[in-house]
């Protein structure tokens, strides 16, 4: 896969946006398991944190980008401008990570 930069503001430093392409997204749904998660919970929840719940967000996040840079590299993109993640619970134990941004062509200043 291209090193395809996101970035959430609206420019590149050093890098002049030649094209805007297309609106691309990466996304990805988590899955709990209700009884482990609880059990998980009760054992790693430290401080109102738990870090069972917070990996399993990273990994969404992790799968959101990925798909993101390869849409955006489908388009012949070299960077995608403004990303901003969403999360939305979709049911009970179920949470999906969206990842939206401009693909752009961009060249150096």
Known sequence: MADVTITTTDSLDGREVTEYLDVVSGEAIIGANVVSDIAAGIRDVVGGRSESYEKKVEKGRTEAIEDLRAEAEERGADAVVGATFDYEEMG???????L??????TRSE
């Open 100 to 105: 939206s941004g401009t693909a752009v062509e």
């Open 92 to 98: 009970e134990g179920m949470l999906w990570v969206n």
